[in-house]
């Protein structure tokens, strides 16, 4: 169905499914409980979740199937952002155009920069995209200040023409990113007892387009093309000697890849119309890398897991304070309980990178194909459980 085998597409009805009911399953612990701190079900997060991932799966085009490793491409994601938001300036406040235009832009940008990194491979390659991104984000921040807003960033204002729309905004407010007059940020919550269940428009809209990203980087992945990259992957010397040029193939997935970087830098900027120069630092060009290894570099649905893994930490745990920990091991006699604090403390707030660092070399160390190897060797425990009871039956002689 649609192209894909049965494994595929059950794979992509899988991630369908979280995507649909991610309200939900990310909501598990009522709302007034203590566990409620855990909850992700929130549109902000959920919107991250799926906008990082999108940012995964394309750069995972590029370092899974080829092996090529690209530090630089936070500035395809940056680039995106600011594409969009100059569209929610300039033309209109649907998010469509905005996010078609961030698309093809981050693109143009990067056949650019793959045109010329591309001339070199390994450690060379990734030092150049490393170097292309760092200028980007020189540019956008102290440079091209009347295109970027600097250091504060580019936002949408009153006084933005926005030329299909035909009115500066309604009731003297700023109008926000809708899609045909729903709003982004439309939300609608659902109790049920002690629970609720937050649906946001701009969620799902993000999550739409993410499914579309995947179920493409499967169809890709499948393809000839995509079996050419794995073979550049494999021995790239090899096919250059055989007079097979590579570097068409290699320059098309860069820019593949650049175009999902910036549908996410657009998709960010239509949930929250703010460009900002950060978002084109080196340290979001690493963010996205151990994403990929975390969720297990080649794989389908890994990068995915990754990039919703480090966005909870970053996100919950980040949040859990002194006061939280106390509350929970209030049962512990005081100098316990103060010891245990002490003990925990530095691994969550402020200090979610110590945890986010040891689950990386852990996941490294004995899991290097990532959560999803976690997940595959879970399996496998059970088949051969289910093996070894199936053969116990059959040995056993009826009554």
């Known amino acids: 169905m649609l192209g894909l085998n049965a494994k595929d597409f059950r794979l992509l009805l899988l991630v369908t499914i979280l995507v649909v009911f991610a309200p939900v399953f990310l909501n598990p612990f009522p709302v007034d409980s203590a566990m409620a701190q855990f909850n992700a079900g929130y549109p902000d997060l959920m919107q991250r979740f799926v906008i990082f991932g999108i940012f995964a799966i394309g750069f995972n085009i590029l370092f899974g199937l080829t ?52 001339r070199r491979s390994g450690i060379y390659f990734s030092i150049l995209t490393l170097a292309f991104a760092q200028m980007a984000f020189a540019l956008a921040a102290s440079v091209l200040t009347s295109l970027t807003g600097g250091e504060t960033g580019l936002q949408t204002a009153l006084s933005d023409p926005r030329i299909l729309d035909g009115a500066a905004a309604v009731a003297g407010n700023i109008p926000a990113p809708s899609l045909f007059g729903y709003e982004m940020r439309a939300t609608t919550t659902m109790r049920f007892g002690d629970w609720a269940f937050t649906l946001n428009l701009g969620y799902y809209l993000a999550g739409a387009f993410m499914l579309a990203a995947f179920y493409l980087s499967i169809r890709i992945t499948r393809s000839p093309f995509g079996m050419m990259l794995r073979a550049i992957k494999s021995n790239q010397q090899r096919l250059n000697y055989t007079g097979l040029n590579t570097k068409p193939y290699m320059l098309a997935c860069f820019v593949i890849s650049g175009m999902y970087a910036g549908l996410a830098g657009g998709l960010m900027a239509a949930m929250d119309p703010l460009a900002g120069a950060e978002r084109m630092f080196w340290t979001a060009s690493g963010e996205v890398v151990v994403m990929t290894i975390l969720g297990g570099v080649g794989t389908l649905i890994g990068p995915v897991l990754g990039a919703g893994l480090i966005k909870y930490m970053e996100n919950i745990v980040s949040k859990i304070n002194e006061a939280t920990l106390h509350s929970w091991f209030a049962f512990l006699p005081d100098g316990m309980e103060d010891a245990v604090v002490a003990l925990i403390y530095p691994f969550i707030g402020k200090g979610w990178n110590l945890t986010l660092g040891i689950v990386f070399m852990l996941v490294v160390i004995f899991l290097p194909g990532g959560l999803v190897q976690g997940g595959q060797k879970i399996a496998g425990l059970f088949r051969r459980k289910k093996s070894a009871e199936a053969s116990t039956k059959a040995q056993t002689p009826a009554e």
């Open 67 to 118: 092996g090529y490793l690209s530090f630089g491409h936070a500035a395809f994601l940056g680039t995106g952002s600011y594409a969009a938001v100059w569209m929610l300036k300039l033309l209109t406040i649907n998010v469509l155009p905005a996010i078609l235009v961030s698309t093809i832009v981050a693109g143009l940008f990067a056949l650019l920069i793959g045109f010329v990194s591309l």
